[in-house]
Antibody
Framework: QLQLQESGSGLVMPSQTLSLTCAVS??????????WNWIRQPPGKGLEWIGY???????YYNPSLKSRVTISVDRSENQFSLRLSSVTAADTAVYYC?????????????WGQGTLVTVSS | EIVMTQSPASLSVSPGERATLSCRAS??????LAWYQQKPGQSPRLLIY???TRATGIPDRFSGSGSGTEFTLTISSLQSEDFAVYYC???????????FGQGTKVQIK
């Protein structure tokens, strides 16, 4: 059974960079056939897709966040990561990692449990 | 950008009754629509994709219908575990990519 587990800093200072990692177990990122996604949800609000990466390193980002987002993959550790720069309070959210089948615009079969990131001084 | 609008925002239903949730797209998305269920403190769970195909392990009391711009999720006989927030998501439009509705909260009446 595929499992995704987010980890990273739960508190980030304004203007700094948010960094999260998603560890994948029960399946290999290197096997291909999937995209590895980040999605976020501000407290009490709806869902926003951030972007995804393929196992070959190709990335697609939400245009509204593209200038601040970097998603990378570490196949040796079977994990992928999110970096979001120049954060503000508006970036406070639960961040989820998720897996989707390969398609330009995906939907999401498997989700991690999520991790809350608070942007505050 | 395609805007997804869900209605109603909240719905009060008695256990055993039918619930009907609506999702409208601002332009045609064919059948590229998914539905998710989210319980408090949990991540979303995929229920339906392709507007009407149930995901693995989803009970048949959940059904989806529609195409183009109008979609419906029906829960035929609500069970206690079905009280949650439900989101629709389009996967038709690039850019900007996947887009979600604002959710419908199904509450116990």
């Amino acid at each position: 059974q595929l499992q995704l587990q987010e980890s990273g800093s739960g508190l980030v200072m304004p203007s700094q960079t948010l960094s999260l990692t998603c560890a994948v177990s029960g399946g290999s990122i290197s096997s291909g056939g999937y995209s590895w996604n980040w999605i976020r949800q501000p407290p009490g609000k709806g869902l926003e897709w951030i972007g995804y990466i393929y196992q070959n390193g190709n990335t697609y980002y939400n245009p509204s966040l593209k200038s601040r987002v970097t998603i990378s993959v570490d196949r040796s550790e079977n994990q992928f990561s999110l970096r979001l720069s120049s954060v503000t309070a508006a970036d406070t959210a639960v961040y989820y990692c998720a897996r989707a089948e390969v398609m330009i615009v995906p939907y999401f079969h498997y989700w991690g449990q999520g991790t809350l990131v608070t942007v505050s001084s | 950008e395609i805007v997804m609008t869900q209605s109603p925002a909240s719905l009060s239903v008695s256990p055993g009754e039918r619930a009907t949730l609506s999702c409208r797209a601002s332009q045609s998305i064919s059948s590229k629509l998914a539905w998710y269920q989210q319980k408090p403190g949990q991540s979303p769970r995929l229920l339906i994709y392709g507007a009407s195909t149930r995901a693995t392990g989803i009970p048949d009391r959940f059904s989806g219908s529609g195409s183009g711009t109008e979609f419906t999720l029906t829960i035929s006989s609500l069970q206690s575990e079905d009280f949650a927030v439900y989101y629709c998501q389009q996967y038709s439009n690039w850019p900007p990519g996947p887009g979600f509705g604002q959710g419908t909260k199904v509450q116990i009446k």
